[in-house]
């Protein structure tokens, strides 16, 4: 669902429960949520992967890596990328193309982006942010406004003609057909 196909702005609702769901709700709204989420949930696996010791039945897999700083850094940029989306939506276009420059980084450095995990979802909130848009302001009540009344009586006010067109402009201005000479109007005389 995009947000060009929702209710802009729901009727109140009744009830505390009622209430705080229609207040997450437009919160979420005006700002790149999904693409935020995805953000923060692509860090954690590039985060996690280097420094976890996976268990495959009695044999212990550490998966660090020489570049377990550089992971620890991607992970946290994402997770603060992801949050800074949220609560700055208009540096969401920033947080859109470094989130998916640090998933593709995350390749080499991190164990091929935390084994996709991390990858994946990057990519995706990258684009999510990058191409979010705020929903419009509910259209306010016209107001009678002078200078508007004034521009819509001077749109309707007779306009002065056209100034008259030299021969030559006026036969410049007509199309050619394909293969044509251009001919001088009827009723002139050629030099």
Known sequence: MSSATVEAWPENPVGPVGRTRRGFRTWRRTRPFWGGLLAMIAGVPILYFPYAHLSLGGLTVAMATTAGAGSMIIGLLMISLGLTAWFQPLVRIFCGVATTILALISVPVSNLGGFGMGLVPGLIAGGLLVSWAPLPE???????????????????????????????????????????VPQAPVGEEQR
């Open 138 to 180: 509910p259209a306010a009540e016209p107001v009678a406004d002078p200078a508007t009344e004034s521009a819509a009586e001077f749109a309707a006010a007779p306009q002065p003609a056209p100034a008259a067109q030299l021969p030559a402009q006026a036969a410049a201005e007509r199309p050619l057909e394909h293969g044509a």
